[in-house]
Each structure stands twice: as C-alpha cells, then as structure tokens.
C-alpha cells in the first residue's frame, strides 16, 4: 500500500501562486509515475501533470508554461508549483501515484486539497 498526503492548498487571487506537495510514504517502489489530478466543481477528474521517477514530465495543454511539476525521489515528494493561477483553476487537487506491483498496476489518490481562485 501507498499513501499520499497532499498539502498546500488554499485561497489564492488570479494572477496569483501557490505550491503543492505531496508525501508518499508506505511501498513505494523506485520506478512509478507520480503526477496531479484535479477536479473542478461540477467536472470530471481530469490530469493536470505527470512525472516518472526519471524525471520525465507531461502537462495538460491548459497548464503548460503556468505549472511546473518536479519530484525528490529520495525523499518521496512531488511538488506542483502553480503561477499565473485563474479562476479556471479552482478545483480539488489530488496527488496521485501509479506502480507496478508484481506484475499488476497499482494507482493510489491522495485525499484532495482543494485550491480556489477567485477572480
């Protein structure tokens, strides 16, 4: 099992930044792919950013060049660091964790952190 404690959210005014992190801790194999979620109110779940345990990164069109994803593998943290928020961003933001175990994928959620920007 992994668990993932997200923390960092808040209230923030557009044009505004905040920064998300989010510990893992329990088996956490070298090789996964940990990234940020999020859901808007009223919305489906939807990717904001992934990084792979080599340190490749893939974003969602609408964050690229605003957010930037990055990991400390030794310590088993990913951090988002999101500029130029707008009220677009509002949503809950869940870290999440994907891994192979003994052949079979594992996906893991943290609890949420909800982040609202107000306009």
């Known amino acids: 099992q992994v668990q993932l404690v997200e923390s960092g959210g808040g209230l923030v005014q557009a044009g505004g930044s905040l920064r998300l992190s989010c510990a893992a801790s329990g088996s956490i194999f070298s090789v996964n792919t940990m990234g940020w979620y999020r859901q808007p109110p009223g919305k489906q779940r939807e990717l904001v950013a992934l990084?792979?345990?080599?340190?490749?990164?893939n974003y969602a069109d609408s964050v690229k060049g605003r957010f930037t994803i990055s990991r400390d593998n030794a310590k088993n943290t990913v951090t988002l660091q999101m500029n130029s928020l707008g009220p677009d961003d509002t949503a809950v933001y869940y870290c999440n964790c994907n891994q192979v175990d003994r052949g079979r994928p594992k996906v893991y959620w943290g609890q949420g952190t909800q982040v609202t920007v107000s306009s």
């Open positions: 990084i792979s345990s080599g340190g490749s990164t």
